[in-house]
């Protein structure tokens, strides 16, 4: 059973824009603090954006200022505004999900992001 879904990856140029999605169940949504994550081939996976226990975000410092992350609450959905793509952000993006109470982790399977001319 999948839990959390993806979507939104693709092939873009470098300096365009992507929006990702991922979709949650409600319950998954609304107990659990979500954020973005990308692995790279031949790297490791590595935190792109996410929301704080405080509720506010954080971001790698190698997408701030070009990458927004938001929510839905209606959708039960987490967004990531992916603007002045470059080439290396090209990955697999993953959507992560940590439940507030228990710490469990849940992983999307990811969308594919590449970014070429």
């Known amino acids: 059973q999948v839990q959390l879904v993806e979507s939104g990856g693709g092939l873009v140029q470098p300096g365009g824009s992507l929006r990702l999605s991922c979709a949650a169940s409600?319950?998954?949504?609304?107990?659990?603090?979500m954020g973005w994550y990308r692995q790279a081939p031949g790297k490791q996976r590595e935190l792109v954006a996410t929301?704080?226990?405080?509720?506010?975000?954080d971001y790698a410092d190698s997408v701030k200022g070009r990458f927004t992350i938001s929510r839905d609450s209606a959708k039960n959905t987490v967004y990531l505004q992916m603007n002045s793509l470059k080439p290396e952000d090209t990955a697999v993006y993953y959507c992560?999900?940590?439940?507030?109470?228990?710490?469990?982790?849940?992983w999307g399977l990811g969308t594919q992001v590449t970014v070429s001319s």
């Open positions: 929301f704080t226990r405080g509720g506010t975000t």
């Open positions: 409600g319950s998954i949504f609304s107990s659990s603090r």
């Open positions: 992560k999900a940590v439940r507030i109470i228990s710490g469990i982790t849940i």
